[in-house]
């Protein structure tokens, strides 16, 4: 549970009310802010999807309403209607929610008898977790540190509960325990950032037992030093008393504001690890000012220091970028070939599409040359050196084409392309056997998951899909896809299908979900709907409730302030953001902002996918850097952020699935987009 969610409900709920939406999931252990509306905006799509496909189980259609009533009942606080409801409910897989609700909204005269039997009843599920993380506040509350730590459980804790449950060590144990409780302290404190305030006090015992000395300051000094957190740094300086490590400290903050003092050999000599830690992070912050000098300084520190060869991996390169980027691509090659054993394969690949980037193929070539093999037997190797072999040297690429083309892939469709035969689909189907499925179908873990994504609550039906399957074979995964996809939980079928390392039943990864939506929508516009099939089908894996960390919302991950610029642009009645989670609403304001794009780009698909998931001004900017000069495998391949480039070449090859699907043979590219230099 977010510790800022929860103190603002306390201030802006009334408590009946509160629990009400405790039952709903919006309060869940650890639930993030974005997510907290999303239940009521997509309970109608699930509980309607869904039902057609239990209308034979009557039994289990009158309990859903019922807790659908029991639910309404609850707003009005847990009185006789709710008891009598949730009486009738005792069979039903989310009874223990009803039972939960019922215990919180009483947690604060609740005896601990109560508390132990519901934990006991419903050992290892999630919702006994969340019920202890709010007996665990409750027991803060009550300052009842020696209860705290009799139900406290270190799998459930976040930085707060753990400082205060070692701090209650301290306050209620013997001897022996408050040692202990110190040691983990300690661990909590040696960190290379700023703890919660909430630590303050069991920070203060270090301080008062004597734990924070010279030598564990030092090391947490340059934890935070390597974090950038400077200001921290300097903090600690008062707790570093003792030379040399004083002399040293001084040496590092002063070097903050100038990262060329490092060059001051004599006063970095120690080799201990905080300072090998300490001479990486201004190696590196130098070298992207002055890659030369950090070269010249590394070449000694190199020599006299045992850096590890994860740190001199890092270093050198940083230090390669770091030339590249100011133009000394000489230094930078020469020193990229001599320190081969020392760097991975990801800063060749980054050299390669430099090259490509400036059509020095014969460059690009060599470097694919450099790959360790096991690379170049990649698809996007073998595509590439076959690409420009043909272009520099005339070799026929024609058998490594057809290779590649034999694959589903987005190089298979590119090889196909050249060679102008028809994709390959590689469709397998699985076929489990039913008491494979029934099996799963019976555990109450994937019960209660079902009745939750039924009601809407999708957050809570996916960490209880969480718990109940963390074990799973592959036998089982491969039950679960064809289980959730007949309950139409797509989004949760394409998932179980990743667990499995399944690839190839296209029927279930690639569903035809949302297509009279989306066909609504895409028709008028004269836009492909198997476009915009693939674009929510990588945006979202088709989950019309995902939310993004940064706050895009729904199948086609609109951020709000998009679908508001966009709604207003076309006349399209939008209420706000909970709207975005309703599939259709959602799906006619992406079809109306990707046929905008389409229309920016001239209708170039590899733009305006680009766009969708980088923006319009990043595109236009890449575009101005290439000078229209590239090729329009070559610029896709030299996007320059790693996730829009897996985007573009994603969305790409759904596309050409989907149009399978869909039983026409559109390219995943068109010959003018083909023909066009970007």
């Given at each position: ?123 290892g599920t999630r919702v006994a977790d969340r019920l202890r993380v709010r007996w665990l506040d409750e027991m803060k509350r009550r300052h009842r540190g020696s209860d705290f730590i009799h139900y406290y459980h270190s799998s459930l ?300 609550e999708t957050l809570n039906a996916r960490r209880e899909w969480f718990d109940a399957t963390r074990n799973f074979s592959e036998k089982q995964w491969i039950a679960a896809a064809v289980l959730t996809h007949r309950w139409e939980w ?189």
């Open positions: 549970m977010t510790r800022h969610l929860l103190k603002w409900i306390k201030k802006k709920v009334k408590l009946y009310a509160l629990f009400a939406v405790v039952l709903t999931g919006t309060l869940s252990l650890h639930t993030h802010p974005a997510v907290a509306d999303q239940s009521i905006a997509t309970q109608t799509v699930a509980s309607d999807r869904l039902t057609r496909h239990d209308q034979a189980d009557q039994q289990l259609q009158d309990q859903r309403e019922l807790y659908q009533k029991a639910l309404k009942a609850l707003k009005k606080g847990p009185g006789p209607e709710f008891q009598r409801l949730k009486k009738q409910l005792k069979d039903y897989p989310l009874y223990p929610y009803l039972e939960y609700a019922d215990i919180a909204v009483r947690i604060r005269r609740l005896p601990k008898k109560e508390v132990e039997q519901f934990l006991a009843d419903n050992d804790a976040d930085t707060e509960y753990q400082c205060y449950y070692h701090y209650a060590r301290y306050r209620t144990g013997d001897e022996q325990q408050q040692q202990a409780a110190l040691d983990d302290a300690m661990k909590l404190w040696m960190v290379g950032e700023s703890q919660p305030k909430e630590c303050d006090k069991l920070f203060e015992l270090l301080q008062d037992n004597n734990r924070i000395d010279t030598a564990a300051a030092w090391k947490r000094f340059s934890l935070a030093l390597s974090n950038r957190e400077y200001s921290l740094a300097k903090y600690l300086q008062r707790f570093i008393t003792e030379q040399p490590y004083k002399q040293q400290a001084n040496n590092a903050v002063a070097a903050t504001n100038n990262f060329g003092k490092i060059g001051k050999y004599q006063e970095f000599n120690d080799k201990s690890p905080e300072t090998l830690a300490i001479l990486e992070h201004f190696l590196l912050r130098l070298a992207y000012q002055d890659g030369r000098t950090a070269m010249k300084y590394w070449g000694h520190y190199h020599q006299t220091h045992p850096f590890s060869v994860k740190s001199q991996n890092r270093i050198t390169t940083g230090l390669v970028k770091a030339l590249y980027r100011q133009n000394d691509l000489k230094a930078a090659d020469e020193y990229l070939l001599s320190s081969l054993d020392l760097v991975d394969p990801d800063l060749i690949e980054w050299r390669i599409r430099q090259s490509l980037q400036t059509n020095n193929w014969q460059t690009a070539l060599t470097w694919i040359e450099h790959l360790p093999s096991e690379y170049r037997q990649e698809n996007r190797w073998r595509y590439w050196h076959a690409r420009l072999s043909e272009h520099l040297n005339g070799t026929d690429p024609a058998i490594i084409y057809a290779e590649l083309a034999q694959q589903r892939s987005y190089y298979g469709f590119l090889a196909s392309e050249h060679l102008g035969g028809h994709y390959a689909m590689e469709h397998k189907p699985i076929a489990p056997g039913e008491e494979d499925i029934q099996a799963i179908a019976a555990m109450p873990g994937i019960q209660m998951a079902r009745e939750l994504h039924y009601h809407g797509i989004n949760q079928s394409i998932m179980s299908m990743v667990q499995a390392s399944y690839w190839n039943d296209i029927q279930i990864r690639f569903p035809l979900t949302y297509l009279e939506e989306m066909q609504k929508h895409t028709q008028p516009l004269k836009m492909d709907t198997h476009l915009l099939l693939a674009l929510a089908r990588q945006e979202s894996a088709l989950a019309e409730d995902a939310v993004s960390p940064a706050g895009a919302r729904g199948l086609m991950q609109l951020m709000p302030a998009t679908a508001k610029q966009t709604a207003r642009r076309h006349n399209i009645t939008y209420s706000g953001v909970s709207d975005l989670l309703l599939a259709e609403k959602n799906i006619e304001l992406g079809a109306r902002y990707y046929k905008e794009l389409l229309d920016t780009f001239d209708n170039n698909r590899i733009l305006a996918t680009a766009a969708y998931n980088a923006g319009p001004h990043r595109v236009q900017q890449w575009l101005k850097e290439s000078g229209k000069q590239l090729s329009y495998d070559t610029w896709i391949e030299t996007i320059p952020f790693r996730e829009t480039r897996n985007y573009v070449q994603n969305v790409l090859a759904f596309s050409a699935i989907y149009a399978h699907l869909l039983g026409n043979n559109t390219r995943i590219l068109s010959n003018q987009e083909k023909q066009m230099l970007l």
